[in-house]
Structures are given as structure tokens and as C-alpha cells.
């Protein structure tokens, strides 16, 4: 099975982390889900802005990316939490096609406050059938201390590459 690994991280930070494991471990294809017009400010900017986004239900336009879902037959698929739900360009990117005859495998980052993010992506996943997803909580500050087991992430990727790796 051909596996591709989409992500959305504003900072290069938790979610790029977890979707580098996945692509290590399983040796699929990458690719960053980037907005055409980029978050601009601090944290405190983008997180204003990000709370009004949700809000809205505002869908960012984004940049094509170097690979072609249709080419995949399994798409993992992660995000930041941006009050309670998946990242405004992470919506853009699932509903902006149809992974009929795919399998999508959610995943997700949260500061203490998971929400709804897994639920609101398989919703807006047309088509799909899903594999194993992982909530990953990491420090409320914004850093990088892991609050999850590492163990259950390692364990999340093994099944991963044991059912839909090349």
C-alpha cells in the first residue's frame, strides 16, 4: 500500500514531530499542509486569529501539495488543536477532496484540551474508511514536553506500519 503523511503545524513543532515519527517508521511520503497566505504575528496573534477562524468555519485556501492524494492509497492525517477542532487548512485539505476507496488515519496534538478534532475529521473525511487514530497531548504551554504515553505512540505507529506500510 502506498502511504502518504499530510500535516498541518503552524510552528514546526508538536504535529510535524508526530508526523516525522510516522514517516520514519513507515516510510511514506510527507507533505506540510501550508496556507497560501501565511499566519503572520506571534503566538498570541495567530491564536486570536485562529479562535475567529474556527468560529467562522473559515477554510484557508492552501498551497498544492508535491504529492496527489489520488496516488495513495492511505492518507494519515494531522493537526494542532485550534479550539476543540482540527486547524482551519486542515479543513480546507480533507474537504477539499474525496478519499473514496482510501483509508484516512487521523491524528492530533492538544495542549490539555482535545475536543472533537478526531470526530470533526472524519466527518469532514467524504468517502473514507479510517484507520487506528492517536490524541497526543503535549505541555499546556505551547512547549514540547510530551504528555502522552510515549509508549502508546510507538505502539500506535508499530500498528500502523504492520498493516498499511509498503
Do not use: C
Request: glycine residues 10%; without cysteine; negative net charge.
Amino acid at each position: 500500500m502506498k502511504t502518504l503523511v499530510v500535516y498541518y503545524s503552524w510552528s514546526n513543532g508538536n504535529t510535524q514531530k508526530i508526523a516525522e515519527q510516522l514517516r520514519l517508521a513507515t516510510g511514506a511520503d510527507i507533505a506540510r499542509i501550508e496556507t497560501v497566505k501565511p499566519y503572520e504575528g506571534d503566538y498570541m496573534d495567530v491564536f486570536n486569529q485562529g479562535q475567529r477562524e474556527v468560529n467562522q468555519g473559515y477554510k484557508p485556501d492552501i498551497q498544492e501539495l508535491p504529492y496527489d492524494v489520488k496516488d495513495y492509497d492511505v492518507i494519515a492525517v494531522g493537526t494542532p488543536t485550534w479550539w476543540y477542532t482540527m486547524a482551519p487548512a486542515v479543513k480546507t485539505f480533507l474537504e477539499g477532496h474525496d478519499f473514496t476507496g482510501k483509508t484516512v488515519i487521523p491524528f492530533m496534538t492538544n495542549g490539555g484540551w482535545p475536543g472533537h478534532v478526531i470526530k470533526d475529521m472524519k466527518q469532514a473525511a467524504r468517502g473514507a474508511a479510517f484507520g487506528p487514530s492517536i490524541e497526543v497531548q503535549f505541555d499546556s504551554s505551547g512547549g514540547s514536553d510530551l504528555v502522552s504515553d510515549a509508549g502508546d505512540i510507538d505502539d500506535w505507529i508499530k500498528d500502523i506500519k504492520q498493516k498499511y506500510s509498503k
